[in-house]
C-alpha cells in the first residue's frame, strides 16, 4: 500500500466506507470531516498483504489531538479508497499503546 495514494484518493473524494465501518464511525462519534482531516497526513502503522478482501493497511491520523485509525484498501475499477473500518483507538486504551502505532 502507498500512503501517497491514500492522502491522493482522500483529496479528491474518491473513498466509500464499509457497512462496518460506517457503524464503527458513528459509534466512535467521528465525523465525516475529521476522518477526512486525519487521512490527509495519516501514516502506515501495519500492513496486510495477505487480507483475503485484498491488500489492506492500518493508518493512524490525527484530527488536533483526536487519534483515528482506518483499515484502508485501494480498489481499481474505479480507482478508490475502501475504508473497511474507523474508529478511535483512544477509547480502546487495552489495546494500543500510548502513541496508538503498536499493539499492547
Same mark, same amino acid.
Given at each position: 500500500?502507498?500512503?501517497?495514494?491514500?492522502? =491522493?484518493?482522500?483529496?479528491?473524494? %474518491? &473513498?466509500?466506507?464499509?457497512?462496518? !465501518?460506517?457503524?464503527?464511525?458513528?459509534? +466512535?462519534? @467521528?465525523? /465525516?470531516?475529521?476522518?477526512? #482531516? !486525519?487521512?490527509? #497526513?495519516?501514516?502506515? @502503522?501495519?500492513?496486510? $498483504? #495477505? +487480507?483475503?478482501?485484498?491488500?489492506?493497511?492500518?493508518?493512524?491520523?490525527?484530527?488536533?489531538? %483526536? $487519534?483515528?485509525? !482506518? /483499515?484502508? !484498501? @485501494?480498489? *481499481?475499477?474505479?480507482?478508490?479508497?475502501?475504508?473497511? *473500518? /474507523? &474508529? #478511535?483507538?483512544? %477509547?480502546? $486504551?487495552?489495546?494500543?499503546?500510548?502513541? &496508538?502505532? %503498536?499493539? =499492547?
Amino acid at each position: 500500500m502507498d500512503i501517497q495514494n491514500i492522502k =491522493r484518493l482522500v483529496l479528491q473524494g %474518491k &473513498y466509500e466506507f464499509s457497512k462496518h !465501518a460506517e457503524r464503527e464511525r458513528e459509534l +466512535d462519534m @467521528i465525523h /465525516v470531516w475529521e476522518l477526512e #482531516d !486525519a487521512l490527509r #497526513d495519516c501514516e502506515i @502503522i501495519e500492513n496486510y $498483504p #495477505d +487480507d483475503p478482501r485484498g491488500s489492506s493497511c492500518l493508518v493512524l491520523g490525527f484530527c488536533g489531538p %483526536k $487519534p483515528i485509525h !482506518a /483499515v484502508c !484498501a @485501494i480498489e *481499481t475499477d474505479p480507482e478508490e479508497l475502501l475504508l473497511i *473500518t /474507523v &474508529y #478511535d483507538p483512544s %477509547k480502546r $486504551p487495552e489495546r494500543w499503546t500510548e502513541e &496508538y502505532r %503498536k499493539r =499492547r
